[in-house]
């Protein structure tokens, strides 16, 4: 590689070569990127430096925002990263911001994130917008080469469709019509069969089925489109 080089042959452990930069009348040093020696023969860690007080001047160590090591990995907040990517808020919550301010009020995919092998994308969290104030989150998975949505979860209406999911806000799919208000809709068929087993391995309640109002019906049973009976309450009863 060419271009500017710059050496410090006192190369031990802990040294440094750094470009510094400052815009201060007193020259108080107020940034740095360097290179800190951290193994032989000048391996090192690249490391960049901030200093956020009026009247300081920057220390290499204590002023550290940012680091990436030599093998890779990068540390925001932190020396010593443990993944790829590593965020250390500190005090403060460590909240990562994707914002796509084109997206107007159509919609959209907003943002997300994909995972990858070496040829496919195995699976993706897309967020995607209903208009300027509504969205929804989305769960996609591979297989046999196809991605497709596995999961969505409605924060407009607290709702968790599991199975075959469509539209933007509702699920309609065989007949069977599952409106916002619901909190859990699975939509089976296909390779699962349709059946849902809920189970508890010990002695505990296995499910509650809660209705906030104080009658109507708590479970309607559906076969083929039509209604076929239901399990209701009146009052307390």
Same mark, same amino acid.
């Given at each position: 590689?060419?271009?500017?080089?710059?050496?410090?042959?006192?190369?031990?452990?802990g040294n440094n070569?750094?470009?510094i930069f400052s815009n201060d009348s007193g020259e108080r040093k107020k940034a740095a990127v360097a290179l800190i020696d951290t193994g032989n023969y000048?391996?090192? +860690?690249?490391?960049?430096?901030l200093d956020g007080a009026?009247?300081?001047?920057?220390?290499?160590?204590? +002023?550290?925002?940012?680091?990436?090591?030599?093998?890779g990995s990068v540390g925001i907040g932190t020396s010593s990263p443990a993944q790829k990517l590593h965020i250390d808020g500190g005090s403060n919550d460590p909240i990562i911001m994707l914002q796509r301010s084109g997206a107007g009020d159509a919609p959209?995919?907003?943002?997300?994130?994909?995972?990858?092998?070496?040829?496919n994308v195995l699976a993706s969290i897309l967020v995607r917008s209903v208009d300027i104030n509504d969205g929804f989150i989305k769960f996609l998975s591979m297989k046999a080469g196809t991605l497709t949505e596995r999961q969505r979860f409605n924060a407009n209406t607290a709702s968790v469709y599991i199975g075959r999911v469509g539209g933007e806000v509702?699920?309609?799919?065989?007949?069977?019509?599952?409106s916002e208000g619901v909190g859990v809709t699975l939509a089976g068929g296909g390779e699962g069969g349709g059946s849902y087993n809920i189970f508890t391995a010990d002695n505990t309640t296995t499910m509650y089925i809660g209705r906030q109002a104080s009658d109507g019906n708590i479970i309607d049973f559906r076969q083929d489109?039509?209604?076929e009976g239901s399990i209701s309450v009146s009052g307390s009863t």
């Open positions: 590689a060419e271009g500017l080089f710059i050496n410090n042959k006192q190369n031990s452990t070569a750094s470009l000048g391996t090192g +860690d690249l490391v960049f430096s009026d009247s300081g001047s920057l220390n290499l160590t204590t +002023d550290e925002k940012m680091r990436i090591t030599n093998s959209i995919d907003i943002s997300g994130i994909q995972f990858k092998n070496s040829a509702s699920v309609a799919s065989d007949n069977r019509t599952f489109g039509s209604n």
